[in-house]
């Protein structure tokens, strides 16, 4: 639900315009923005890629103690 204030009323997102404004009034206030389409921010793939190089990195670590346990 959107809330305009120059109507000072209700308004679902069906019945704004196109480009999430008021169709009651002139405001030109967007009520609702414009969904965008779902992105993954570059910081999480960041982080995907130090935790899985971090893991990687000590799983190494873990072979070899493994091998020198059994060896
Ligand atoms: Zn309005």
């Known amino acids: 639900m959107a809330w305009c204030d ?3 009323r ?3 997102p ?3 315009d196109e ?4 169709p009651g ?3 030109g206030d967007v009520l609702v923005e414009v969904p965008e389409m779902p992105h993954t921010p570059w910081h999480f793939k ?9 893991l990687l990195w000590r799983s190494v670590f873990g072979v ?5 346990r059994l060896g």
């Open 6 to 8: 120059a109507c000072d």
């Open 14 to 16: 069906s019945s704004l």
């Open 46 to 54: 960041l982080l995907v890629v130090l935790a899985g190089g971090y």
């Open 10 to 12: 209700y308004l679902t």
């Open 19 to 22: 480009d999430g404004t008021c």
């Open 64 to 68: 070899i103690w493994l091998f020198e």
């Open 25 to 27: 009034c002139d405001s």
